[in-house]
């Protein structure tokens, strides 16, 4: 059974700092590309960023680029985001997901999700 388990969230001034962890069981790590989404009350789902299975290659939101890092540890099964310089509108749930297709930034093409955490940027 595949588990995608977000940590890190919480509350931050604007400004800030947070480093968000997916703790991921029950699949090939190291073979699935990995992203990470964030939904803000009232909105869609959206792209934040995504990393290839060994890691060499990123993508970013035009959003976060240059604030947002995402990166992986395959040996300890987990991916990261970490994110500076938060803006207010940064608010929203993040939530991790995996995928084994090509190069997609819809959540449509991603198989598997975690529950989300929540980040809540204050002014």
């Known amino acids: 059974q595949v588990q995608l388990v977000e940590s890190g969230g919480g509350l931050v001034q604007a400004g800030g700092s947070l480093r968000l962890s997916c703790a991921a069981s029950?699949?090939?790590?190291?073979?699935?590309?990995m992203g990470w989404f964030r939904q803000a009350p009232g909105k869609e789902r959206a792209f934040v960023a995504r990393?290839?299975?060994?890691?060499?290659?990123?993508y970013y939101a035009d959003s976060v680029k240059g604030r947002f890092t995402i990166s992986r540890d395959n040996a300890k099964n987990t991916l990261y985001l970490q994110m500076n310089s938060l803006k207010p509108e940064d608010t929203a749930v993040y939530s991790c997901?995996?995928?084994?297709?090509?190069?997609?930034?819809?959540?449509?093409?991603?198989?598997?999700w975690g529950q989300g955490t929540q980040v809540t940027v204050s002014s």
């Open positions: 029950g699949l090939p790590f190291s073979a699935y590309a």
């Open positions: 990393i290839s299975g060994i890691g060499g290659m990123t």
């Open positions: 997901a995996a995928d084994k297709g090509p190069t997609s930034r819809r959540s449509i093409d991603y198989d598997y």
